[in-house]
């Protein structure tokens, strides 16, 4: 079974840090799109950080950058989202995927995990 597996969510407070991962099972991931996403209460799910496996072309929502890095660990078949200087805007349910080349479409979805930052 092909799945996605987040963990690493947790309350910290506001200046703090948070390392999320993604855990990857059933196949490789090596060479595909990986993103992060983040649905706060109230508001649509957005991107927040998404690179090709091997770290290439890096995209960083402008409220994370500086922030947040996404990288991975082939030999773990995991993604990374490492969070430093966090905000209670920050705040939200954090969701790791895969790209779908064929489509184009973020079709593989992880369960996601809370992230809540207090001021």
């Known amino acids: 079974q092909v799945q996605l597996v987040e963990s690493g969510g947790g309350l910290v407070q506001a200046g703090g840090s948070l390392r999320l991962s993604c855990a990857a099972s059933?196949?490789?991931?090596?060479?595909?799109?990986m993103g992060w996403f983040r649905q706060a209460p109230g508001k649509e799910r957005a991107s927040v950080a998404t690179?090709?496996?091997?770290?290439?072309?890096?995209y960083y929502a402008d409220s994370v950058k500086g922030r947040f890095t996404i990288s991975s660990d082939n030999a773990k078949n995991t993604v990374f989202l490492q969070m430093n200087s966090l905000k209670p805007e920050d705040t939200a349910v954090y969701y790791c995927?895969?790209?779908?080349?064929?489509?184009?479409?973020?079709?593989?979805w992880g369960q996601g995990t809370q992230v809540t930052v207090s001021s």
């Open positions: 059933g196949r490789t991931f090596v060479g595909y799109y």
């Open positions: 995927a895969a790209l779908n080349d064929a489509s184009g479409e973020y079709d593989l």
């Open positions: 690179a090709r496996w091997d770290g290439g072309n890096p």
